[in-house]
Each structure stands twice: as C-alpha cells, then as structure tokens.
C-alpha cells in the first residue's frame, strides 16, 4: 500500500502540484471579499487544486511515457518504469479532473470552475505535446501555470473581467488585483523554467525537448531571456499595492525578491554555467512563498 500510495503521489507530482495550489489559495485569501479565515472552503480548495493539478501531471505522464523512460531524472516514474499502465494513469487523471472540476463548481462558482479545466487542456493537451515542437512551449505552459492565481482570485469573487470592480465595505476595489498577482506568478515562470532546462539539456536534448529559446542550447541568448523577464517581474510587482489589496511593506519585499531574481540572472548570464543555473532554479523555488506570503500578510 505504501508503495502504491508513493506511485500516485509521483504520478500527481505532488510537491509541484501542492506548490502551484499553495498560490492558488493565497491568492483565493487576498481577495478583498474574503474577510474570514474559511478552513473548510480552504480545504476543498486545496483537495480539488490538487485533483486538477494531479491529473493534468498524470496525463502528462501517460503521454510521455516512452520519453521518460530515456531520461535520468524520470525514468523511475510509475509509468515510465513499467509499474503503472498508461490506462491507469489516464483512468486517474480523468477521474481526479472530474473531482476537481466539479468541487470548483459546487463549492465555489462555474467561473472558477471553467478556468480550472481550461488549466489542465492547456497543460495536458497543449504544452506537453509541443516541447518536441517549439520553445514556445514555455510560453504557452506559463499560462497554465499561472491561471491558478486567478483561478483562487476568482472563487473568491466570482468575477473574470479585469476592468470590472466591486464594492466591499464601502470601497471599491479593482478586479485587476487578480490579474496582477498571475502576472507576477507568469513572469516568475521564465528564468524557473529556463534555469531547469540548462540544467537538464542533455536529458531534454537527448529525447528532443525543446525548452531553451536558443536553438544551440545554453547559450548568453538564454541567460539574457532570463534577465530580460527577471526584470519585468520588477515593475509588475508594485501592481498588488496599485490595485490596493496589499499594503506598502510587502510592496518592498516584493522589490527586493525581484531584485535578488535579476542578480541571479545576470550571475547566470556572466558565469553561463550549471552552478549559476541552479542557483536561479533553487532562488526561483524560494521566491515564491516569501512574496505570496508577504502579499497576504499585508492584504488590505
């Protein structure tokens, strides 16, 4: 049992998936509206990110079945190893997908519901079958790896439009709160991702993974990309205080997070090794819990 339980938790990615659920819980506490600490919707949201997370990796998975198995880093996964059956995968990411979808629904609002299986397509369906295609996989897997921001942001508020606004105790509040924090979850994306792909490129280039924006591998177009957008994380980090749902301290927190991620950026640009990579690709780990953190302790 405890190695089947371990299996299920590879196939889900579960500290990935518990990662990208984690913001979307904080960011579902950060909107104005929610003025009380709910454990129970915290939980069903929680159990259902999860579900949903989980089966988008399960498919994933199942669909790269053969190309893990080429690879180091995840040749042991239940599917690739031969201990899992693609079917069983599938048969679990439909019906986690379905859980999760519907907890969305019923416990919380249709709108949230919708976005939340628009994230897995877009993960599932989009994504991983075009990193053997194009780099543009990077960027179109930055949105399902974002939407979990807005996803929390919308079943607070039940409300997608980013020009709409509403009312909560008297003072109004702008609904492009929830697009900022996807914003700074979005550009995050870039260096994490590039800073994996350096470090993983014989593995990835060996099975055709085309992840790095240069066609030559590891190279200072690369660490400038990740510059590039380690610098824009800089202005979009001031959007929380702007829109007025987080306070001013936690605005240079922010700041200086952005900072340290475009030190280590340019680190990787002037040293353009695998130890300044992982540097990125661990800071870009630590980053984002100490800013959504410091964004909900200072909401307003």
Same mark, same amino acid.
């Given at each position: 049992?405890?190695?089947?339980? =371990?299996? +299920?938790?590879?196939?889900? =990615?579960? *500290? !990935? $998936?518990? *990662? @990208?659920?984690?913001?979307?819980?904080?960011? %579902?506490?950060? /909107?104005?509206?929610?003025?009380?600490?709910?454990?129970?919707?915290?939980?069903?949201?929680?159990?259902?990110?999860?579900?949903?997370?989980?089966?988008?990796?399960?498919?994933?998975?199942?669909?790269?079945?053969?190309?893990?198995?080429?690879?180091?880093?995840?040749?042991?996964?239940?599917?690739? $190893?031969?201990?899992? $059956?693609?079917?069983?995968?599938?048969?679990?990411?439909?019906?986690?997908?379905?859980?999760?979808?519907?907890?969305?629904? +019923? &416990?919380?609002?249709?709108?949230?519901?919708? !976005?939340?299986?628009?994230?897995?397509?877009? %993960? /599932?369906?989009? +994504? *991983?079958?075009?990193?053997?295609?194009?780099?543009?996989?990077?960027?179109?897997?930055?949105?399902?790896?974002?939407?979990?921001?807005?996803?929390?942001?919308?079943?607070?508020?039940?409300?997608?439009?980013?020009?709409?606004?509403?009312?909560?105790?008297?003072?109004?509040?702008?609904?492009?709160?929830?697009?900022?924090?996807?914003?700074?979850?979005?550009?995050?994306?870039?260096?994490?991702?590039?800073?994996?792909?350096?470090?993983?490129?014989?593995?990835?280039?060996?099975?055709?993974?085309? !992840?790095?924006? /240069?066609?030559?591998?590891? *190279?200072?177009?690369?660490?400038? &990309?990740?510059?590039? %957008?380690?610098?824009?994380?800089?202005?979009?980090?001031?959007?929380?205080?702007?829109? =007025?749902?987080?306070?001013?301290?936690?605005?240079?927190? @922010?700041?200086?997070?952005?900072?340290?991620? @475009? @030190?280590?950026?340019?680190?990787?640009?002037?040293?353009?090794?695998?130890?300044?990579?992982?540097?990125?690709?661990?800071?870009? %780990?630590?980053?984002?819990?100490?800013? +959504?953190?410091?964004?909900?302790?200072?909401?307003?």
């Amino acid at each position: 049992m405890k190695a089947i339980l =371990k299996d +299920y938790a590879q196939l889900m =990615k579960f *500290t !990935l $998936s518990f *990662t @990208v659920v984690f913001t979307c819980v904080i960011c %579902y506490q950060i /909107a104005p509206n929610i003025v009380v600490f709910n454990w129970w919707n915290i939980l069903i949201l929680t159990f259902a990110g999860l579900c949903i997370t989980g089966s988008a990796n399960a498919i994933n998975q199942a669909v790269e079945k053969d190309t893990d198995a080429q690879m180091k880093r995840t040749a042991n996964r239940p599917v690739a $190893s031969g201990r899992m $059956s693609q079917k069983t995968a599938y048969a679990f990411a439909i019906i986690a997908g379905i859980i999760g979808v519907g907890l969305m629904a +019923y &416990q919380f609002n249709t709108l949230s519901a919708v !976005l939340s299986a628009l994230s897995l397509f877009l %993960y /599932a369906f989009i +994504y *991983t079958p075009l990193k053997k295609i194009n780099s543009i996989a990077v960027l179109v897997g930055a949105f399902p790896g974002a939407i979990p921001c807005l996803i929390g942001w919308v079943a607070a508020t039940n409300e997608i439009s980013p020009i709409a606004s509403f009312i909560v105790d008297g003072k109004s509040y702008s609904n492009a709160g929830g697009y900022a924090l996807f914003l700074i979850q979005f550009l995050w994306q870039f260096p994490h991702f590039w800073a994996i792909a350096w470090v993983s490129h014989t593995d990835y280039s060996k099975v055709g993974f085309k !992840l790095l924006p /240069a066609d030559k591998g590891p *190279t200072k177009f690369t660490a400038l &990309q990740a510059v590039m %957008y380690a610098v824009l994380m800089v202005p979009i980090g001031f959007l929380p205080n702007y829109f =007025k749902i987080t306070g001013e301290w936690s605005m240079w927190v @922010v700041l200086v997070a952005n900072i340290f991620m @475009v @030190v280590q950026c340019v680190r990787l640009y002037q040293n353009m090794g695998v130890p300044a990579a992982r540097r990125v690709m661990f800071s870009s %780990y630590i980053y984002l819990p100490i800013v +959504y953190l410091a964004l909900m302790a200072n909401k307003i």
